[in-house]
């Protein structure tokens, strides 16, 4: 069965600082990667895909992803994020059965 | 264009009570999604449907039912609420083999 471990429960970053947030996958399929961004008290938008093509993904707001096969990865990375990050990340794995598996989210925490 | 629609917003339940949870989407998206999402534990999925007409279980559909009433109309029932229930709940529409576009969430107590 396919699934998304996010290793981080919570990252607390300064403000201008780098960040990663990891993600791993497991499916022996193709996959179709997903990062979703969950600002409080909102439902989960889609920040950025891989669905074939480059293996680096980046979204409008300077966040990019990189799927990487052999370490079945897909990290989000931001070099230098902003209070306005400050929200929820969900990593999300599509397969074969058309259906999306969420890891468990990744808190960032941003502080001035 | 409003994309996807939850109603109500909150929701507070004695146990035992039923009701049920409203999702449409005007983007004439084939697939429907209800999911729950707790703390720690991510979204989970309760059931879905890959097309009008048809809807299948997820991950933890034990406790709801779902009607596709037409293709822009999905909804969740819980007909004998539990404390357990108590949960944020998302409907999510999707094109085929493309990402899910989420509505803003119903909150769901309980008690």
């Known amino acids: 069965a396919q699934s998304v471990t996010q290793l981080d429960s919570q990252v607390p970053v300064f403000e201008e600082a780098p960040v990663e947030l990891r993600c791993n996958y497991s499916?022996?399929?193709?996959?179709?990667l997903f990062w979703y961004v969950q600002y409080p008290n909102q439902g989960l938008q889609l920040l950025l895909k891989?669905?074939?093509?480059?293996?680096l993904v980046k979204s409008i707001n300077g966040f990019e992803a990189e799927f990487n096969k052999s370490q079945t990865s897909f990290h989000l990375r931001k070099p230098s994020v902003h209070i306005s990050d400050t929200a929820e990340y969900f990593c999300?794995?599509?397969?074969?059965?058309?259906?999306?598996?969420f890891g468990q989210g990744t808190t960032l925490q941003v502080k001035p | 264009n409003a994309g996807v629609t939850q109603t109500p917003k909150f929701q507070v339940l004695k146990t035992g009570q039923s009701m049920t949870l409203q999702c449409a989407q005007d983007m004439n998206h084939n697939s429907m999604y209800w999911y729950r999402q707790d703390p720690g534990m991510g979204l989970r999925l309760i059931y879905y449907s890959a097309s009008e007409g048809t809807t299948d279980k997820g991950e933890v559909p034990n406790g709801y039912n779902v009607s596709r009433l037409n293709k822009r109309e999905f909804s969740l029932r819980l007909e004998s609420a539990a404390p357990s229930q108590t949960s944020v709940y998302f409907c999510?529409?999707?094109?085929?083999?493309?990402?899910?576009?989420f509505g803003p969430g119903t909150r769901l107590t309980v008690l």
């Open positions: 499916s022996s399929v193709s996959v179709y």
């Open positions: 999510a529409s999707s094109p085929t083999y493309n990402e899910q576009f």
């Open positions: 999300a794995v599509k397969g074969n059965t058309g259906k999306l598996i």
């Open positions: 891989y669905l074939s093509g480059s293996t």
